[in-house]
Nanobody, 121 residues
Framework: QVQLVESGGGLVQAGGSLRLSCAAS????????MAWFRQAPGKERKFVAA????????YYADSVKGRFAISRDNAKSTVYLQMNSLKPEDTAVYYC??????????????WGKGTLVAVSS
């Protein structure tokens, strides 16, 4: 089992920045690829970004490319999502997730409970 706890969400003005953190506990963090997803009110949960277990590769949704950056610190069992140039459409609950190899359909093995990001215009 892997437990994931997100933090760092909040209210920010458009154009601002936030850094989300996801602390993992349980099984070996460095064994897992990690990802961030988000779910806006009334919408489906969507992929945002992913990073491989080594940190060697990262992937982003087109909507956040160039603005968001995912990173990880395996010594701290933590994955981060740096969000810059935030837009009102980035408003959502952001979820951290883990998997031993991220599947194409994003059916991750473990999920956090989410942290709310609200961007005002």
């Amino acid at each position: 089992q892997v437990q994931l706890v997100e933090s760092g969400g909040g209210l920010v003005q458009a154009g601002g920045s936030l850094r989300l953190s996801c602390a993992a506990s349980g099984r070996t963090f460095s064994s897992y690829d990690m990802a961030w997803f988000r779910q806006a009110p009334g919408k489906e949960r969507k992929f945002v970004a992913a990073i491989t277990w080594s940190g060697g590769s990262t992937y982003y949704a087109d909507s956040v490319k160039g603005r968001f950056a995912i990173s990880r610190d395996n010594a701290k069992s933590t994955v981060y999502l740096q969000m810059n140039s935030l837009k009102p459409e980035d408003t959502a609950v952001y979820y951290c997730a883990a998997a031993e190899g991220i599947p194409a359909d994003y059916t991750m093995d473990y999920w956090g409970k989410g942290t709310l990001v609200a961007v005002s215009s």
